[in-house]
């Protein structure tokens, strides 16, 4: 079964493997068959996910609660953390309330098609990720495309398209380029014609906005039109997923996304881990600070290099080498430096890329060695 096409993916450089990795070192550092490699692959952009802090909490809550949760939260599946945790995730992204889900593919999959029905109107980014793509696909609204960033598209199809409501979907940093989306002319041209905004902050979440998102970065105030989408799985370190939102927006979601309705709850050591990352990260803004540090250093050695980086503007930096069998050949070669970064290819990608991406956890020599490496494989 499926041996052709399987057989035509490894002919055309498309065939993907799980590769294992032995027990962490740091967020830096990763072991691949019992060799330590730096790590330029990770979203941990703050380097929690292996905070002696995080880790504690979690184990208390282990302690206390058990590991499994037994249901879903609409049968007793939950604990006080759960809650716990959405009103604190609420308070940070500066909306009324929260609700979590267990993954970001989850909650894109489950709220999109709760809040936009047949009659309304999605307009979404045609490089928004996978998981808004399905989301707008399991939802019966009308579907409008615009080209990736154009705010001028965008006014033409929202003054174009009728519907009972229009809804505008858009990833705030862009996970395969590391661009950031035109947040406030997108925001006004929504206010203009009365349209919802649909934020998908997982890689903006504890890394733009001083940690806050991509609201805080453009200065926009959360209102009662905009939903925030965000995860703890990238810069917190942790796992699982928020809706945040005006309170009917969320008491919506509680009894009509699928994917919370009918989802066993998160353990809840997962929330006390959240809660943790939660606290570092607004007790102290070193991390984001350091993240950004190393950013500006990897970057200006890439270009230097004279590398095509499209149009990164994060800790996401796309390294454009040639082709996908070149691409391959460049991610072989640095792992045979012991440096790991994979290759990006199609379909994820129009354009095969190295996907870098630098964290707070990186050293300057982690990030000199990459670049000395760069300067080999040119």
Known sequence: MFFEELERLRQDNLFRQIRDRGPACTTAKILINGIEHINFSSNDYLGLANHPSITEAAKKALDKYGFGSGASRLLSGGTELHGELERKIAEFKGAEAALIFNSGYTAN?????????????????????????????LSRAKKAIYRHRDVEHLSELIKKENGKRKIVITDTVFSMDGDIAPLKEISDICQRHNAILYIDDAHGTGVLGNGKGALSHFG???????????????????????????????????NTARGFIYSTALPACIFAASIEALKILQNDLSLVKKLWQNRERLFKGIKDLKFDTIDSETPIIPVVVGDTNTTLKFSELLMSHNIYAPAIRPPTVKVPRLRVTVTAAHTEDDIDELLKVLLFAK
């Open 109 to 137: 999959i489950s709220a999109i098609p709760a809040i936009a029905g047949e009659g309304d109107v999605i307009f979404s980014d045609e490089l928004n990720h996978a998981s808004i793509i399905d989301g707008c696909r």
């Open 220 to 254: 926009i105030k959360p209102g009662h039109k905009i939903i925030q989408m965000g995860t703890f799985s990238k810069a917190l370190g942790s796992y699982g997923a928020f809706i945040a939102a005006d309170k009917n927006v969320t008491d919506w979601l509680t």
